[in-house]
């Protein structure tokens, strides 16, 4: 009895395409292609203004490189966590206590360490308000 084979490029899952929103074509972004994709994003970032803008500015940036180096000192790369236990994470960032868009600050004494899955899940809730 022989072993039928199949060739390597028949393994290999094809990317998949779908329909630009706005034009139509296929293409293997997510929702836009090439073309309108850069179109979009620059209507996005219109809108939505620079990171200085939006207010993280160079103080902000010294400021959570401060508080980032001060608790990678202190407890290495350890997430305190939020809404669920502490864990180890890699990719820690600052996170406002209260966020910029309440009326928060970017002094160190707003900033706090959160891994950035937790980051991302706090979004802007209040502490003591938890997804889990």
């Known amino acids: 009895m022989r072993i039928r084979t199949l060739p390597i490029a028949r393994l290999v899952p094809m990317a998949i395409r779908r329909p630009c929103l706005r034009c139509g074509r296929l293409t293997t972004n997510a929702s836009r292609c090439d073309v309108h994709h850069q179109e979009w994003q620059r209507q996005r970032d219109a809108v939505r203004g620079s990171a200085s803008q939006r207010g ?39 996170d406002h206590i209260i966020p910029l868009a309440a009326g928060g600050s970017n002094r160190r004494n707003n900033l706090r360490v959160l891994c950035r899955s937790c980051n991302s899940r706090r979004g802007s809730r209040p502490d003591g308000f938890s997804v889990l």
């Open 56 to 94: 993280y500015d160079s103080a902000y940036r010294k400021a959570r490189a401060a508080v980032l180096a001060e608790h990678r000192a202190k407890y290495g790369d350890w997430c305190p966590g939020w809404g669920g236990p502490a864990h180890s994470a890699q990719d820690l960032t600052a």
